[in-house]
């Protein structure tokens, strides 16, 4: 191979890496949070449907909760990282300390207070958020990917998990993430007001 | 003066939120940009070594008549395929605003506390939130 042809191939591979680098970290980034939040949309579609059908209140605070959780999720789901989660996991015992429970605690309380029935499909949606916070998450990060796997096989082998969803909404951190999001919704919310 | 203590905490909490979203969005912001400096690298090495014997001009003409009718067509093929992800995106994106505020209308018919998620009316986030 003479120089320039050295050359001329050199600069193919940039170019092309270059392309691949704009469709990675601007198309498929753009694309995933679509995606995110196109699946937060319709569980909370299915939620308001849900209530609709007569099978809880649209003012009980449990349903009013959940939803301004969903809202929270689908404002912010453009900064669930791989990074914010290592964040969270290196700061997980301080942010604990600062703010045991919260707003997720008040939530359970108010689930608890309805029908064993409506208590399942509740907290079925707000598992099916986190797992789709968390498969989000994992799936935007190869770090993640080898994490993940593992996790899964150890909560799938010791009967912990009996689906991937499951495993997902056990990822360590999720919990703090989604406390997060909500604190920042409620802090906007009372800007707003 | 329980009340203090608590609010102290919140303070605090608040400071590490913020800390988080800080440091998480500068490693956002830097990972791509991380390789955008590698490609560049790439292409100041492979030009560097023929500095003062020929010009930018001369490479650029001889990359463009280097370049074989199979590499120009897996760039046109490339080219298309996201010019035709962005058109899908962006009817994707019409429909969800055509259909949004008749959801909207219909859900507070139903429900007339109904929340809103604020994003943009497109199902995008909004400006004040990017940062």
């Known amino acids: ?193 | 003066m329980a009340n203090a203590a608590v609010r102290k905490s919140e303070l605090r909490y608040r400071l590490y939120a913020k800390i988080i979203d800080a440091v998480g969005s500068v490693i956002q912001a830097c990972i791509p940009w991380a390789g955008a400096v590698l490609v560049a690298y790439f292409v100041y090495r492979s030009i560097q070594s023929l500095a003062g014997r020929m010009t930018l001009a001369d490479i650029g003409i001889r990359f463009l008549a280097d370049t074989k009718i199979s590499e120009a067509f897996a760039y046109l093929f490339g080219a298309t395929g996201i010019a035709l992800g962005l058109r899908r995106e962006r009817l994707h994106k019409d429909n969800v605003q055509r259909l949004t505020s008749r959801i909207k209308e219909l859900e507070v018919r139903l429900d007339p506390k109904r929340s809103s998620s604020r994003l943009t009316p497109r199902g995008e986030t909004r400006p004040e939130d990017k940062r």
């Open chain 1, 1 to 193: 191979m003479t120089p320039i042809e050295h050359i001329t191939a050199s600069l193919h591979f940039a170019l092309a890496l270059f392309l691949f680098w704009t469709l990675c970290f601007h198309y498929w980034r753009r694309y995933r949070v679509d995606a995110l939040r196109e699946r937060l949309f319709q569980i909370r579609g299915e939620l308001f449907d849900f209530a609709a059908n007569g099978a809880i209140s649209f003012d009980d605070p449990a349903y009013g909760q959940l939803r301004a959780v969903m809202n929270g999720m689908l404002r912010f789901a453009h900064k669930f990282t791989f990074s914010r989660l290592a964040m969270v996991l290196v700061l997980r015992k301080k942010l604990e300390r600062l703010h045991p429970g919260g707003f997720l605690a008040d939530w359970g309380e108010a689930v608890s207070r309805l029908p064993e029935g409506t208590q399942k499909s509740l907290r079925e949606f707000h598992g099916r958020m986190i797992a789709a916070i968390a498969w989000h998450i994992v799936s935007g990060s190869p770090v993640l990917w080898i994490f993940f796997a593992c996790l899964a096989f150890r909560l799938l082998a010791g009967g912990k998990a009996g689906r991937l969803e499951e495993v997902s909404s056990q990822l360590p951190g999720v919990d703090i993430v989604e406390a997060q999001a909500i604190n920042i919704e409620l802090q906007g919310s009372l800007e707003c007001a």
